[in-house]
């Protein structure tokens, strides 16, 4: 038995390599993401680049009120009587150029925002498309959480770039540039006082980014050592109890949080300095100072006027605005295309394949030739051999079980019948045709199935159960719910059937199983994979999942994914598999009476169960 000291470590826990550097993978890999996100970007990329250009009027336009107010103060300024028509002729001109900034710069976001709504909708569709396409199978590989992150958070992760990210890069890059440009043309030494403390900044943080990747890649392998002592004290924290072992459990995570702590501190500390120290560079109290004293000096040796120190110094102060937005575009860009490679790779996936011509099942019986499976292994593993020549035969009518132990196949099996996954080898077929020629929808009026892993949409109560059959009426929703003994619960929430579920309807596991079976009864469909529904049921439920169960049944083509061998003793016929072989077939007296595989199984599962768990076991599909 294991104590809280010799926890298996249960968690992957990916770091970047300890020497910090760029390797080929890593080039690889973001030439790749850059790929997706120019492919993703295409149907936009437009429209983007007239933003970008409605941009570059709206940057030129900016510099005219610096130009003006230069202009209006050598008018003030100037010896004699001012020039009131030429006053106003500046006015005018800096209204108009601060006029011309507002509407193209609005233009621009207003065509990448209409761009950004388009091509999220276009995404959508397609991952929609995609879904629809995929096989079910897929869907009990994937986490609803990594369903979610790409059709909502990946999505949206291209929001910044396209609506934002490129015209603000423009607009950061072009006002400053013209800013300059004017400076140049009021004097080059003004030009270059202007960006005097640029080149301390970029020195400051070169050094900071160079300093920080070695750093970086500690606390990745700190912050990797923190993950594996969490996941290794939290699955193991009920033999860490038993055994009194939660002292000595909890010092591997105190240890690795203060190594980390201590890790972060170091690099923190210096960090911070140099980057105080770098943003100091472009502080306005300093770009101030540098302007205007180097203007005095300027000033005084007759270099330049007053009025074109004060013009250049107030373009100083916008340029540290431009690192600070291409940096924060940069950051966009690179999380853009993450997140495009990860759509790019859901679009890649393998599709459910259609038949041109379907075709059409002649009658209820099912059969399993030959079927051989194997999951493809992950990286450089190899792929795992699932179900190895297994044959077999459903009658109408019939309960077949599946039982075997853990890792033998049966919910492989079982899954090929509705194609959550087509076979390797062999073919699966109802009523004659293969399933792969089966059209979806007409696959799905044949088989339905009730899993233990029940998913509740986000809709009213009747929704989720019509999901069975779109079109049937309350009443048919209602009958449904009664015979699956779910009604009455029901009833009890305060919007009964339009409640929606997670919001006014928080169910048990066991009543979520009986909406799944309600479901299973409205959609009618004669063929059944039943997943032991009770397997991992409260006592209070179970009873009453078996009786509806039981109702489901009946005169169905039925296929059991058997946990508890007392629910299936009445089985029509029991097929016992090991290792993705058919070992055993027949029925429960006669496997249990012979010396083979089941009747082991059997006799271990009597001296593992009670009276009461046979009594209610023996209530459900066995009858």
């Known amino acids: 038995m294991t104590t809280g000291v010799e926890l298996d470590e249960r968690a992957e826990v990916q770091s970047d390599p300890p020497s910090g550097e760029v390797t080929p993978d890593a080039r690889v890999e973001a030439r790749q993401q850059a790929a997706a996100l120019r492919s993703l970007l295409h ?42 028509g030429r006053v106003w002729v500046i006015v005018w001109v800096v209204t108009a150029g601060l006029g011309a900034r507002a509407f193209f710069s609005g233009l621009a976001l207003a065509v990448t925002h209409f ?8 995404l959508r569709r397609r991952i929609t498309a995609k879904l629809s396409r995929l096989p079910l199978g897929w869907f009990t590989r994937t986490t609803s959480g ?73 606390m990745n392998a700190a912050l990797a050592r923190i993950s594996s002592t969490i996941v290794e004290f939290v699955s193991g924290v009920a033999v860490v109890k038993t055994f009194g072992q939660t002292g000595r459990a909890h010092k591997a995570f105190v240890d690795a949080a203060d190594e980390f702590n201590d890790d972060f501190a170091g690099y923190v500390g210096p960090m911070l300095r140099i980057e105080a120290l770098s943003m100091l560079m472009l502080s306005a109290p300093l770009v101030l100072l540098v302007n205007l004293a180097g203007g005095y000096w300027f000033v005084r ?22 690192l600070l937005t291409v940096s924060m575009a940069m950051y966009s860009r690179r999380e853009a295309a993450a997140a495009a490679q990860r759509l790019v790779d859901l679009f890649d996936l393998p599709e459910l394949e259609v038949a041109e011509k379907p075709a059409m099942p002649q009658g209820n019986t099912v059969e399993f ?64 045709a293969d399933v792969r020629d089966i059209a979806p ?22 929704d989720n159960i019509r999901l069975g059959r779109p079109d049937a009426g309350l009443d048919e929703v209602i009958a449904a719910a009664r015979a699956a003994n779910i009604d009455e ?22 009543e979520a199983q009986r909406i799944s079976i309600a479901r299973a009864l409205l959609s009618d469909a004669p063929i059944l994979v039943l997943d032991e529904a009770t397997a991992f049921a409260d006592p209070d439920s179970e009873a009453q999942i078996q009786e509806a169960v039981a109702r489901l049944v009946v005169g169905r083509t039925v296929l059991v994914i058997a946990h508890r061998l007392g629910s299936i003793t009445h089985a029509d016929n029991i097929i016992v598999l090991d290792r993705g072989r058919v070992v055993e077939t027949g029925q429960h007296a006669d496997l249990a009476a012979g010396d083979g595989l089941y009747a082991s199984m059997w006799q271990a599962y009597l001296g593992g169960t009670s009276r009461r768990d046979d009594e209610i076991a ?3 599909v066995a009858e």
Request: with cysteine; charged share 15%; hydrophobic share 45%.
């Open 43 to 84: 149907p936009v990329r437009t429209r983007i680049r007239i933003a970008q250009i409605l941009q570059i009027i709206a940057s030129a336009a900016t510099v005219v009120p610096f130009i003006g107010i230069v202009e209006l103060g050598r008018t003030l300024l100037s010896d004699g009587p001012v020039d009131s």
């Open 115 to 122: 761009a950004d709504v388009d091509l999220q909708a276009i």
């Open 146 to 218: 990594q369903v979610r992150k790409a059709t909502q958070h990946d999505v949206g992760e291209l929001h910044y770039l396209v609506a934002h990210a490129d015209v603000e890069t423009t607009a950061a890059a072009a006002t400053p540039l013209f800013a300059l440009i004017y400076c140049f043309v009021l004097d080059w030494r003004l030009g270059l006082l202007a960006i005097a403390t640029l080149p301390l900044y970029a020195v400051a943080y070169a050094w900071m980014v160079k300093d920080s990747t070695e750093q970086m890649a500690k």
């Open 301 to 322: 040796s007759g270099w330049v006027e007053p009025i074109e120190v004060l013009g250049s110094t107030l373009v100083a102060l916008i340029l540290p605005a431009t």
């Open 369 to 432: 030739r030959g079927v051989s499976f194997a999951y493809p292994g992950d990286d450089d593993a190899a792929e795992v051999r699932a179900l190895e020549s297994v044959s077999a035969t459903l009658h109408p009518g019939t309960v077949t079980a599946l039982v075997g132990p853990s890792g033998s196949g049966k919910s492989t099996l079982a899954t090929l019948l509705p194609r959550f996954a087509d076979p390797d080898e062999g073919n699966v077929t109802i009523g004659g």
């Open 441 to 462: 929808e007409e696959l799905y009026r044949h088989v339905g199935f009730v899993l233990q892993d029940v998913a509740l949409m986000g809709v009213s109560i009747a």
């Open 489 to 510: 619960r029901i009833r009890q929430l305060p919007t009964g059937y339009d409640a929606i579920a997670g919001v006014d309807a928080h169910l048990s596991g066991g």
């Open 618 to 620: 023996g209530k459900g």
